[in-house]
C-alpha cells in the first residue's frame, strides 16, 4: 500500500536563519517513454511512468524572498507575467499544509527557458520543477532542513509532483521513473525515483531531436486531456497497458535491447493519441506533418536497420530517439528528409541530462 506522503508543515517560528535571500536552479525538460495520462486525489498518477530528463531544453529560475504576506511577482523572460504569476500564487496557497511558511514571505520570480517559446514544446515540467526546488532551497536555507542531497531531492520531486505530474521526474538526471510498480523498487506514486542506473549506459547518453510540426498552442491543455481520462471506455486497459510496459521497458533497458525499447516507446506515444481520438469530446493534437514524420521514420528504420524511433508528448512535435552513435547517420536523414515538414524547418537538438542544478 503506497501513503500519501505526510511532511511535517515548515512553520515561520520554526527559522533559524535570516529570513531573506536568494536561490536560483536550472531543471530540465523531460520526455516520457511510458506515458503519465490519467491522475487522481492529490496529483496521484493513474499508472506508472518513466522518462528521459532532457538537457538542453530547462528552465532557468532565480527567486528572492523577504518577510511579507505571501505575495509572488513574476517575470518571464524578463517581463511582468500574470497569468503565470497567478498559477504560481495559487500552487502555493494549495501548499499551505506543507509549507505554512510561505504564507509568511514575498517571492520576487525570474524565470526564462533555453528554448524558444515559438517552439510550442510544454515547459511545465522544467518551470514547475525549479520552483519546486527553489522553495526547497528557501526551506533549507531558513531552516536547516533537507540537508541530505537525496532527502532534498526526494522532496523537491513530491512538490513539483503537486505542481505538476509530469515535473517531478525532471529533478533527476538521466531516468526518472514515477508511480508505484510491484516490479520497481522503491516506486512510488509520491515522488519519483532515479532509475538512471538500472539500465544499460547506452540510454545515458541517447540524443532527442524534437521535430517541430506545429508550434502552434496546442488546443486542449494536458490538465483537461487527463480530466478526459475519467470517462475514457479504455482507461482500466490503458493504465493496465502503462504497468505492463513499464516492467517491459526497464526490462528491455537493462538489457541494453532496442528492438523492444523501440516497440515500447512507439506504442506509448500512439496510445496517448488514442486516448485523446476516444475522449468525449474527442480531439486530434497530431498535425498532417506528425504523421508524414512517423512515416518516415519507419521507413528510414526499415531501411537501413538502425535503432531510431520517436516518441511525442500531448502535441503534435515529434521526438526522435537514437544511441548517441548513430548520430550522424540520424541527423543527416533528419535534415535531408524531414526538415522540410518541420514549422519554418524547426529542429531543436536535445539528449539525455543530469538533472537539476543550483546556479
Ligand atoms: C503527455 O504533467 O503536464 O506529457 O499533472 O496536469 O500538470 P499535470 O499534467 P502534465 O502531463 C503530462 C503528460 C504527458 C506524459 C508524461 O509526461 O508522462
Redesign the pocket.
Known amino acids: 500500500m503506497d501513503i500519501e506522503h505526510n511532511y511535517k508543515p515548515i512553520n515561520v517560528a520554526d527559522a533559524i536563519h535570516l529570513y531573506e535571500g536568494e536561490v536560483a536552479w536550472r531543471s530540465p525538460s523531460?520526455?516520457?517513454l511510458?506515458?503519465?495520462?490519467g491522475?487522481y486525489g492529490r496529483?496521484l498518477p493513474s499508472n506508472p511512468?518513466v522518462?528521459f530528463t532532457l538537457k538542453n531544453a530547462h528552465t532557468n529560475m532565480r527567486m528572492s524572498y523577504k518577510p511579507g504576506n505571501g505575495q509572488v511577482v513574476l517575470f518571464f523572460e524578463k517581463e511582468r507575467n500574470t497569468a503565470f504569476e497567478a498559477r504560481i500564487a495559487k500552487f502555493i496557497k494549495s501548499i499551505e499544509d506543507i509549507y505554512p511558511f510561505l504564507q509568511g514571505l514575498d517571492l520576487e520570480i525570474h524565470s526564462d527557458n533555453s528554448f524558444p517559446h515559438s517552439a510550442g514544446i510544454?515547459s511545465?515540467?522544467s518551470a514547475?520543477s525549479a520552483l519546486a526546488l527553489c522553495l526547497c532551497s528557501i526551506e533549507q536555507k531558513a531552516f536547516n532542513t533537507l540537508t541530505d542531497k537525496d532527502e532534498f531531492l526526494e522532496k523537491a520531486s513530491y512538490l513539483s509532483?503537486l505542481?505538476?505530474?509530469?515535473?517531478c521526474?525532471s529533478v533527476y538526471p538521466k531516468l526518472g521513473q514515477w508511480g508505484i510498480h510491484e516490479g520497481i523498487q522503491g516506486s512510488t506514486n509520491n515522488f519519483a525515483i532515479d532509475v538512471s542506473d538500472r539500465v544499460d549506459p547506452i540510454f545515458h547518453t541517447f540524443k532527442n531531436s524534437i521535430l517541430i510540426a506545429s508550434a502552434k498552442e496546442k488546443s486542449v491543455?494536458?490538465?483537461a486531456?487527463?480530466q478526459l481520462m475519467e470517462d475514457n471506455p479504455y482507461a482500466a486497459v490503458r493504465f493496465q497497458q502503462a504497468n505492463d510496459n513499464l516492467v517491459k521497458l526497464m526490462q528491455a533497458m537493462k538489457e541494453g535491447d532496442l528492438d523492444t525499447f523501440m516497440l515500447i516507446v512507439e506504442e506509448e506515444a500512439l496510445t496517448?493519441h488514442a486516448l485523446m481520438m476516444t475522449s468525449t469530446p474527442s480531439y486530434v493534437l497530431m498535425k498532417p506533418g506528425s504523421l508524414v514524420l512517423i512515416e518516415k521514420i519507419r521507413a528510414f528504420r526499415a531501411e537501413t536497420g538502425l535503432p531510431v524511433c520517436f516518441t511525442l508528448?500531448?502535441g503534435p512535435n515529434l521526438h526522435v530517439l537514437y544511441p548517441e552513435h548513430i548520430t550522424t547517420q540520424v541527423q543527416s536523414f533528419i535534415k535531408e528528409e524531414c526538415q522540410a515538414f518541420c514549422e519554418n524547418g524547426l529542429i531543436i537538438e536535445d539528449e539525455v541530462g543530469e538533472g537539476a542544478i543550483a546556479i
Open positions: 523531460n520526455i516520457a511510458v506515458k503519465y495520462w491522475k496529483q511512468s522518462s510544454a511545465s515540467a514547475m509532483r505542481a505538476s505530474g509530469s515535473a521526474r491543455s494536458s490538465s486531456g487527463h496517448l508528448d500531448a
